[in-house]
């Protein structure tokens, strides 16, 4: 065995293995966490079939930024996991017998299909990595890209119309109302007749 | 892959892009009490995007942007029915979208980002793109059903659209993945030519298959796909209703006439037997069941259902003849429900929707030129003569009878005697029955003008159809389809 297999069959068990408890363990945190360690060995992985550059992005992207992001919603939001797993058991069967025959279907169509296939190595690019993805995402897909952002641009607009609202009840600060006052608004002189002294 | 760009082929979409960021832009300044500038700012990027893409109108085939792009006249035809149904969709909905505080910038924005997913879906020449373009218009309808924010029924409706739409995604776009995988190509042409040439594993493909049916079958909301449809109907603002209702409807067909015929054509016949059963299923279960409706945009949620299985009838028998059949039908029924919401949100105002049968009582007496628009409308829908609607189901039973399906025929003259009983009921209500409701209608004159075009469009259309007839099946003829 060589030294790569080896990496790639490490790489490969601590994948499987932190897939598994992300969707095994009882707190989301540690969830989030095996999560972070999965992104990580797939990193792992790509960087063995010399795809660098998706392999920092993977890392760059959702471990430090996409995951962060989850930890923190899922520290602050404080969902009660419990009450979501309620019905749990009373779908458990129909959702198994389900899950069971499509697995079962798509496990005999794709078994027959994909028995005695090889699969090829992975084509190296000519010039670095980044330069060939550059040119596939930025001239030869670069309408489904522009469209992508656009789904982006849409999600933004919908998140900001659909949560922000101006509450009348609350009470805010007016800053430039507050600067442009004048002594005479802030100080009212109230003349009083002065009380009797008692007798 | 060709190397050409030939961006003027997207034009149209270049144009909705830009009007839609720009109007987003000026919204922020314009003042609450002058919302109506983007208002009319939005019907004009509409009739640019008309004018656009009458001018670049071609009669043959173009790709562009790396064959990504497909610019035909069906292209064209279907761009500019989505163009004029959103802008009439404006007309009907502004008095509505005044009284209930849902006259803003966002609500605008969001129909023109929708259009452009189905611009997006229409052009598609690529499993990427038509997937990218389906998501656009989803997204942006999800956010625009849950618009009404404290509103719990609308709220209800967004939740239960986007999760069953998600995962009609999902099943979409794993078929998409099967076909990829056994084929070797995203491209629609690449994948044709594959499977004629025997390539890959067929059972792998027909598994493919069977995702993508039944994820475009969510989306044209057929059963056993349509569990959404009446709740979201019912709960989403009426304009949102009617912009579901229509203009995606014509894209997703679009999409389907493209992903089955231009790329599966050679798996006809595993698709044409799915379709049938969809068709069939969506006939008699959307029919029978609009029968016990009392809300009508319930009753018109099941309408569509039944709708589009007669659409399906004409798609299913994979030839020119039935898709340019099923093409009339999409389009007119388009036609035919923009005006049936269009005069439910006339008789709404400031705390009623006006969504009941019970509303309907009387018409005749309050208002007899909206009574007699709504006795076109629904005529239109039950197919009878000499409305459009006769024509509509008139071509797709021809369709199927022609390519050998006359049980397929008789079912779906049977199940529309029984949906016209469902539509002749509203037309009784507003005829023999007391009114309930005695307020005048107040209608903006445009509203006016807009919908009384358009209902005696059916009328017209159904007297004389050849002109639109003849539009889609040269559209069909010079777009290549086989």
Redesign the interface.
């Known amino acids: 065995m060589s030294f790569q297999t080896f990496t790639f069959y490490a790489f490969a068990a601590i994948l499987v293995f932190a897939a598994l408890r992300v969707i095994t363990t009882r707190n989301p945190v540690h969830a989030a966490l095996w999560l972070v360690l999965s992104f990580f060995t797939a990193a792992g992985i790509w960087l063995l079939l010399q795809a660098e550059f998706l392999a920092i992005a993977l890392v760059l992207v959702y471990v430090g930024a996409v995951m962060v992001l989850f930890l923190f919603v899922v520290m602050m939001l404080d969902v009660n996991f419990d009450s979501l797993r309620q019905h749990f058991r009373s779908f458990l069967p129909v959702g198994t017998a389900v899950g069971m025959l499509v697995l079962l279907?798509?496990a005999l169509?794709?078994v027959?299909?994909?028995v005695g296939r090889t699969v090829s190595a992975p084509a190296a690019p000519a010039g670095s990595n980044t330069q060939a993805l550059g040119m596939l995402l930025y001239?030869?897909?670069?309408?489904?890209f522009e469209?992508?952002a656009?789904?982006l641009?849409?999600?933004i607009?919908?998140a900001i119309?659909?949560t922000h609202?101006k509450r009348r009840e609350m009470k805010h600060q007016d800053p430039s109302a507050q600067v442009r006052v004048r002594a005479s608004e802030r100080v009212r002189l109230v003349s009083m007749p002065s009380e009797k002294p008692p007798v | 892959m060709p190397t050409e760009l030939n961006a003027l082929a997207a034009l149209p979409e270049i144009v909705v892009l830009t009007a839609a960021a720009s109007i987003l832009l000026i919204d922020l300044f314009v003042p609450d009490d002058r919302r109506h500038v983007s208002y009319w700012l939005t019907q004009l990027a509409l009739l640019v995007a008309v004018c656009v893409t009458l001018t670049t109108l071609r009669l043959d085939s173009v790709t562009a942007y790396h064959g990504l792009v497909i610019d035909d006249m069906l292209a064209d035809f279907l761009r500019i029915a989505c163009f004029l149904a959103v802008s009439l969709i404006l007309f009907y909905s502004r008095s509505y979208l005044v009284a209930r505080g849902m006259f803003r910038g966002e609500v605008f924005v969001l129909m023109l980002f929708a259009l452009l997913g189905m611009q997006v879906m229409i052009t598609g020449n690529n499993l990427l793109t038509l997937y990218l373009g389906l998501e656009l218009m989803s997204l942006s309808l999800y956010a625009l059903v849950a618009s009404r924010r404290d509103d719990a029924r609308s709220t209800e409706a967004a939740m239960k659209y986007f999760v069953l739409g998600a995962l009609a995604s999902g099943m979409l776009l794993y078929g998409m993945s099967m076909i990829y995988g056994t084929t070797g190509s995203l491209d629609l042409g690449r994948v044709a030519h594959a499977i004629f040439a025997r390539q890959g594993s067929p059972a792998l493909l027909t598994l493919g298959l069977v995702f993508v049916v039944a994820g475009l079958a969510f989306k044209l909301a057929v059963v056993p796909f349509h569990m959404w449809v009446p709740d979201v109907y019912e709960g989403a603002p009426t304009p949102i209703t009617v912009l579901i209702g229509t203009a995606p409807k014509i894209a997703a067909f679009a999409m389907a006439l493209r992903l089955l015929s231009t790329g599966l054509q050679g798996a006809s016949f595993d698709w044409q037997g799915m379709l049938i059963v969809l068709s069939v299923l969506s006939m008699v279960l959307g029919n029978l069941i609009a029968i016990s409706q009392t809300n009508i945009k319930r009753m018109l949620a099941y309408s569509t259902i039944a709708n589009m299985g007669y659409m399906l009838l004409g798609l299913l028998t994979a030839n020119r003849y039935g898709y340019s059949a099923a093409m009339f039908y999409v389009v007119t029924y388009a036609l035919t429900s923009l005006a049936s919401f269009g005069v439910v949100m006339l008789l709404s105002r400031h705390g009623f929707e006006s969504d009941r049968l019970d509303d309907f009582k009387g018409l005749n007496q309050r208002s007899p030129w909206w009574a007699f628009i709504m006795l076109l409308v629904m005529f239109s829908l039950a197919g009878l003569p000499p409305t459009v609607g006769f024509y509509a189901k008139f071509m797709v039973i021809e369709a199927a009878v022609s390519d050998g399906f006359v049980w397929l025929a008789v079912i779906a003259v049977m199940t529309s005697l029984i949906g016209a009983f469902y539509y002749l009921r509203i037309v009784k209500l507003m005829y023999f029955d007391e009114p309930v409701e005695t307020l005048p209608i107040v209608v903006r004159g445009d509203t006016q003008l807009v919908l009384s075009v358009n209902g005696l469009l059916l009328l017209l259309l159904g007297i004389l159809p050849q002109q639109l007839i003849g539009l889609c099946a040269i559209a069909l003829t010079q777009s290549n389809f086989p």
Do not use: K
């Not at chain 1, 001239?139 to 489904?144: E, R, T």
């Open positions: 279907e798509m169509v794709i027959g299909s994909a001239v030869d897909y670069v309408y489904p469209i992508a656009v789904v641009l849409v999600a607009i919908a119309a659909l609202r």
